[in-house]
């Protein structure tokens, strides 16, 4: 069973503060994605990955960057969280050749203030 | 631009009616769509995908390439399929989703 972890389910930072958002998945795939959720919105892509030290810009990268060190890691940072960041962040990860079969994690609620 | 359209935010039945969520797309090429699925306090999951034409829990969706639809149908809605759902298509490498439709399915 794909087991998809997100560090936090909820978090509350300051405005202006450095924020990690932590993604561990542990059936060795390849790709992983960083999701925000908002009403309405539906699912936006931030940033994804297809290998170790490869990124992608989503459809919103704007504030945000990405660290994946290891193929099982993959970190959300807002370099300066700002109020329009509060939302519902998901994680997925999927395999290469399943691109798109994603398996999300529980999500992590961050609230900027 | 590849494009998803959830036209209805919020869709309300009572148990036992049909169901009908609608989804259509916008794509170039030959498109691969799917249904994700996310209940009360769960995980987002994949509910079914059209090149595999199976029905998941009782929902069926036919690609329509002519309407350039992927309606989620039901023929008896259940209290536990209350859910958001949401439409997608395969892009590239990436999928990209629709706004979701919230289905509230009352006794």
Known sequence: DVKVTQSSRYLVKRTG????????????????FWYRQDPGLGLRLIYFSYDVKMKEKGDIPEGYSVSREKKERFSLILESASTNQTSMYLCASSTQQGAYEQYFGPGTRLTVT | ?????????????????????????????????????QYSRQRLQLLLRHISRESIKGFTADLNKGETSFHLKKPFAQEEDSAMYYCALKGYSTLTFGKGTMLLVSP
């Open chain 1, 17 to 32: 503060e450095k924020v990690f958002l932590e993604c561990v998945q542990d059936m060795d795939h390849e790709n992983m």
């Open chain 2, 1 to 37: 631009a590849q494009r998803v359209t959830q036209p209805e935010k919020l869709l309300s039945v009572f148990k036992g009616a049909p169901v009908e969520l609608k989804c259509n797309y916008s794509y170039s090429g030959s498109p691969e769509l799917f249904w994700y699925v």
